[in-house]
């Protein structure tokens, strides 16, 4: 019997999950768009009917009502937007107080979740060696509206956690079409160490979030895709 699936934010990553849908067991029961669904008003009992999990993939300023409607409403989300995470103590506590789950990223392609890990192992052994600096550089098609990128900035967090307290030099582009590269670089005197992601479309992303909204079905809490990857595995 397949799954009930919402798609909050139809746009091109929202068409893309639609498609992959049916391969990961979901039926696409509900869509909403910029028109249908401002300030996330049309979410209710009633368009969700019959939904088990909702993929929402919006922009920041809709992301944080969207998911504390979804929430109210007993849905568990996949949160696939960016530029929202300054509201993350918020979201935690409407998810608790409300019972239901979220699986939120910066990113939700499997790679990078994996170059997040190797990107903080690395820094951890530059931060010992104070002759490398270090930079952080991402480019993405021209409709992104964040920049520096979420994936970027997070990728930095993770070099300050991982001891690495010098300063790192971040710098966006965009430009056509691009689904996203980012890249690390740690540059002496001597030499040049460079680590770099690119996806080669939008489907990693795609197919990452539909994993996560089959694991959250069920689920309570709040969690970060790169905490349940090897749950997915």
């Known amino acids: 019997m397949s799954t009930g699936l919402a798609i909050v934010g139809y746009g091109k990553m929202g068409r893309l999950i639609e498609q992959l849908a049916p391969e990961y067991g979901f039926d696409v029961r509900a869509k909403f768009d910029a028109r249908n669904n401002p300030r996330g008003q049309a979410l209710s009992q ?24 979804l929430a109210a409403l007993g849905v568990n989300s996949v949160i696939g937007t960016t530029g929202w995470f300054d509201h993350l ?13 979220v699986v939120w990223a910066p990113n939700f392609s499997v790679g990078v ?19 490398y600096e270090a930079w952080g550089w991402e480019i993405h098609h021209s409709a992104k509206k964040d920049a520096p990128s979420g994936t970027l900035k997070k990728l930095a967090e ?15 582009n965009r430009a056509g079409a691009h689904p996203g590269t980012h890249e690390i670089g740690f540059d002496s005197a001597a030499d040049t160490i460079t680590l770099r992601h690119t996806a080669r479309s939008r489907e990693g992303f795609a197919r990452g979030a539909l994993r996560a909204a089959r694991w959250v079905v069920g689920k309570k809490g709040l969690f970060e895709f790169r905490e349940i990857l090897s749950e997915l595995s």
């Open 158 to 172: 993770d070099m300050r956690a991982n001891g690495y307290n010098r300063p790192v030099s971040l710098n966006s």
């Open 46 to 69: 009633q368009t969700l009917r019959g939904v088990d999990a909702a993929v929402e993939f919006t922009s920041p300023d809709a992301a944080p009502e969207n998911i504390r409607r």
């Open 113 to 131: 979740n994996l170059f997040f890990e190797a990107v903080a192992h690395t820094a951890a052994l530059f931060a010992k060696h104070g002759e």
């Open 89 to 101: 103590p918020a979201v935690r506590e409407t998810v608790a107080s409300n019972g239901t789950g």
